[in-house]
């Protein structure tokens, strides 16, 4: 006989790691042999408005464009690729981001910092600040600091999240 459940279940993921699991299954598409990023937007309600994740424009093949790193800047991935906050911010469902956060898995550049406080974010949950004190990383810090968004890393609280799409194996 199967034991009657007297409560709830134990173990389930906290809404800060769901959505950062949710941006990162996103990076999941990322066709950038290098960086992987996603970026959840979630509004008041805890609800989910928007995703993406780094990727060429639409229609700009992902087979013809570069993805190198180094080279003459035309020929990188650099001027190319739109950042996954960016992309999530576009693909947010129609209204208005005022007071959302937004989580992603790379703390945000100076192009991204504009996006995301002209939407009206007010607050940015990142996990990687891999590219700290870099111009671009202190030019964010400086606009959301200036314009009020708060930002904190996520310290996970299960640092493992496991999804199974097949019963088997
Ligand atoms: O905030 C970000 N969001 C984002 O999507 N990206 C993307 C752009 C590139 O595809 C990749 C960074 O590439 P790399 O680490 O090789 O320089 O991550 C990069 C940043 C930070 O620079
Ligand atoms: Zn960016």
């Known amino acids: 006989m199967q034991a009657a ?5 134990s173990g389930y993921l906290s809404w800060d790691d769901y959505f950062m699991a949710v941006a990162l299954l996103s990076a999941q598409r ?18 989910i408005v928007g995703v993406g994740y780094n990727g060429f424009p639409t229609g700009c093949s992902d087979d013809t464009l570069p993805w190198s790193r180094e080279g003459d800047f035309i ?5 190319y690729v739109c950042h996954a906050e960016l992309n999530a911010v576009l693909n947010s469902v129609p209204g208005n981001l005022t007071g959302c956060a937004i989580y992603t898995a790379l703390f945000p ?61």
């Open 5 to 9: 459940h007297s409560g709830k279940r």
């Open 30 to 47: 990322s066709k950038d042999p290098s960086t992987q990023v996603g970026a959840c937007i979630v509004n008041s309600q805890k609800r």
């Open 75 to 79: 020929d990188t991935k650099y001027p």
């Open 109 to 169: 550049c100076n192009e991204c910092a504009k996006v995301i406080i002209q939407a009206g974010i007010r607050e940015v949950v990142y996990l990687s600040d891999k590219y700290a004190g870099t111009d671009s990383v202190r030019a964010s810090r400086h606009m959301f600091e200036q314009a009020g968004v708060a930002c904190r890393q996520l310290e996970p609280a299960n640092p493992v999240v496991t999804i199974r799409l097949s019963e088997n194996g």
